[in-house]
């Protein structure tokens, strides 16, 4: 296994300087990596632990948009902490150099791969978090986060197929599209998902990805061309 950069170099980068060094260093932790060394915890805990804080976080920076609706504010809010987003700040502050993988993991690319650097990331504000509070993990996500809204705006990324598949059907049909995992195969660290996308009892369509919310947003934009919505 590739021996990652400094942690140090990570904590100067984003001005937050850990107190238990352990945490960061969880936060930091592939699942692929814990085999090789029992003694260190993968980071699924603390990514679901930050997906949770930058939720509540982005919600919190929404609520000032008064003259905005609820639905267009949760489509401002998916934006800001989908995947992609989320990896490119990941990319921007060079965190998947500070990763510790297997090397079958790293050989597939596993320090470039989305589904990693976003889960590092929300991993890194649940570090962030347990170390030093939620006005510290707010703040990070302010300044490398939600400062990007206006950018994710202006390129249309609120306006994600899964969103336009279910405003569709809620106006043709008046009903509210539901998702189902068809299949599941890879070890835990590496899944593909299949999922198919309903309305009502209709299978519209199946996606593929490498999460649950990645394939149904592929089952959505599958969906959409089965319907021939534009």
């Known amino acids: 296994m590739k021996q990652p950069s400094s942690s140090v170099i990570l904590e100067k980068a984003i001005s937050v300087h850990f107190r238990k060094k352990e945490v960061l260093q969880e936060a930091l932790t592939h699942r692929s990596a814990v085999r090789r060394n029992t003694g260190r915890g993968h980071n699924e805990r603390l990514e679901f632990l930050g997906d949770a804080v930058l939720e509540l976080v982005a919600t919190e920076y929404l609520f000032q948009y008064q003259q905005k609706t609820e639905g267009e504010l949760t489509s401002w809010r998916s934006a800001l902490v989908q995947g992609q987003h989320l990896a490119v700040v990941a990319q921007e502050i060079g ?20 589904s990693t650097l976003a889960n590092a990331l929300e991993a890194l504000i649940g570090a962030i978090f347990l170390d030093q509070g939620y006005e510290t ?19 249309g990324k609120d306006k994600d197929e899964k969103s336009f598949f ?21 070890p835990d660290h590496d899944k593909t998902f299949v999922c198919a996308a309903y ?3 209709e ?22 061309r089965a319907k021939k919505w534009k």
Do not use: W
Not at 166 to 186: M, N
Not at 203 to 221: F, I, L, P, Y
């Open 137 to 155: 993990a707010k703040r990070f996500c302010n300044e490398f986060i939600l400062v990007r809204l206006g950018q994710l705006l202006a390129q």
């Open 166 to 186: 279910q405003e569709k059907a809620q106006e043709l049909f008046g009903v509210t599209p539901h998702y189902a995992v068809i299949s599941d195969e890879g």
């Open 203 to 224: 299978k519209v369509a199946e996606g593929t990805g490498n999460s649950k919310q990645r394939a149904e947003q592929d089952a959505a934009k599958n969906a959409i």
């Open 95 to 114: 965190l998947g150099e500070y990763l510790y993988m297997s090397r079958g993991e790293e050989a597939s690319g596993g320090r470039t791969k989305i």
């Open 199 to 201: 309305i009502g009892d």
